[in-house]
């Protein structure tokens, strides 16, 4: 059960000008709270009679604080444990605006309950074991994802199916560690219940799924955060123009003026259904210039973070150079010669651009995309693939007690030396779906939630 039993509400809709307002309660009192202020005619206060309403049913009343009429409402009724949390919850619909959401928050704050905090009714859901935790992080990923392949990522880890993966690796743990203690049992009778060639067999396997998942995490986690992708280049090649191009705005002011931008400017962009985060950088070159050594030195530092490099250079200035910056992999770094319009011919040695006319711009996006799918399918031989990197750790954990465990199996350790790290492998498994997590974790993981989530 949850450790604390109080009445939580929050918005479950964003709070504004709107059609409705859907504010969520949950608690073991919530019903009888709601029974105070829920009028079956508008005129004066008359109790509604909830105990006779049946679970998942919509009811339609009136608020009252005391004798003061606030709004006519439509309530929902969820009686644990058939409910999200598995408490008993109560989503009450206004009508939408700021002012009657505070004179409902009042109202409910009088009546004995208290603000939710960020993703406390997901935390309740875990503690009453109405999901476990890598379902529960699923949750923020879901109202997180921006594209497709996010968003079916996102569903197939909160229906369960990565954990479902997580307990069959844990079930064949467990197993090996029960044989192994076992025989530890029946030592003074030399009875081998696992010969080690077996079991050498078996845990090299399980390295392998081990290994297999966790580097998933390299697709999971572009698939989820977006691919980084930086403008790259001297100042005055058109940087600002392509980041403007792709984003089908001016953000970045544009100008004939070397090193206008003396900042680097982020921001999101979805390409061919996937997620990226478009940067666009300072222009590198030698200068002595405080503020724009500082932009240079920025920018080298999202430069290093990028998954995909654009390296510009300006096709019409034939005396232009590369910038000082040589990318560390040319596999993510694409070329690209702009201003193709104020130049005679295309470069004999790359993809030529206009971003003022946009002409090859739809090439160049397709090169880009064709770069983004070979990264995130680089990693993703595994059946499941993490998005998650508590999760990945806890994977690198495990497979690092795995290693352990083998080399004493090779060593001729002994069945409890085995034993131990199998188990200890098993112990940092668990953690993904939250057998073993302590309250630490549960915090730093349910505060990065959402209100009312």
Avoid at 8 to 18: D, L, N, Q, R
Avoid at 30 to 49: D, G, M, V, W
Avoid at 217 to 226: A, D, F, L, P, W
Avoid at 352 to 361: D, F, H, L, P, R
Wanted: net charge negative; aromatic share 8%; charged share 25%.
């Amino acid at each position: 059960m949850s450790f604390d039993n109080r009445i939580i509400f929050a918005p479950a809709t964003m709070v504004g000008e709107s059609g409705i307002t859907v504010i969520r309660l949950s608690g073991k009192d919530t019903f009888s709270a709601i029974s105070n202020c829920l009028s079956k005619a508008y005129e004066n206060f008359q109790p509604a009679n909830i105990n006779h309403y049946t679970s998942h049913t919509t009811q339609h009343g009136y608020l009252f604080d005391g004798s003061e009429f606030i709004d006519e409402v439509v309530v929902t009724f969820f009686k644990g444990p058939n409910s999200y949390t598995g408490e008993d919850v109560a989503e009450i619909s206004t009508h939408g605006g700021s002012y009657i959401y505070r004179k409902v928050s009042d109202l409910l704050v009088k009546l004995g309950a208290y603000h939710a905090e960020p993703g406390e009714f997901s935390k309740r859901a875990y503690l009453n074991g109405k999901m476990d935790l890598a379902q529960a992080e699923a949750v923020s990923d879901l109202i997180k994802a921006k594209t497709d392949q996010a968003n079916k990522l996102a569903l197939g880890q909160l229906t369960g199916r990565f954990s479902n993966k997580i307990k069959e690796l844990r079930e064949d743990l467990i197993n090996y560690c029960s044989l192994l203690e076992l025989e530890l049992d029946f030592s003074e009778e030399g009875i081998d219940l696992v010969e080690k060639d077996v079991l050498l067999e078996k845990v090299n396997k399980l390295i392998a799924k081990f290994q297999s998942l966790t580097q998933s995490y390299e697709s999971g986690k572009i698939i989820r955060n977006g691919v980084n992708l930086a403008i790259i280049g001297r100042p005055n090649v058109g940087k600002s123009s392509i980041f403007n191009y792709f984003l089908d705005e001016n953000r970045a002011i544009v100008s004939d003026i070397p090193g206008t931008t003396r900042d680097y400017l982020e921001e999101p962009l979805v390409m061919g259904g996937i997620q990226f985060n478009l940067v666009d950088t300072a222009g590198i070159r030698e200068t002595k210039d405080v503020i724009e050594k500082e932009g240079v030195r920025r920018s080298m530092l999202k430069i290093d973070e990028a998954d995909i490099i654009l390296e510009v250079e300006d096709i019409s200035n034939e005396s232009s150079s590369p910038s000082e910056y040589s990318a560390s992999s040319e596999e993510k770094t694409i070329k690209v010669y702009n201003k193709l319009d104020l130049s005679a011919s295309a470069s004999k040695h790359g993809l030529s651009v206009s971003a003022k006319t946009g002409e090859n711009m739809g090439v160049l996006e397709e090169e880009i995309i064709k770069i983004s799918k070979n990264l995130i399918n680089k990693n993703a031989s595994s059946d499941v693939i993490i998005t998650n990197e508590r999760h990945r750790d806890c994977l690198l954990k495990s497979c690092e007690y795995l290693v352990n465990a083998r080399s004493q199996i090779k060593g001729g350790g002994g069945n409890e030396l085995i034993s131990f790290e199998i188990r200890a492998a098993m112990d940092s498994i668990t953690e993904i779906i939250g057998k073993t997590a302590n309250v630490d974790i549960l915090n730093i993981i349910f505060t990065k939630f959402c209100i009312g989530k």
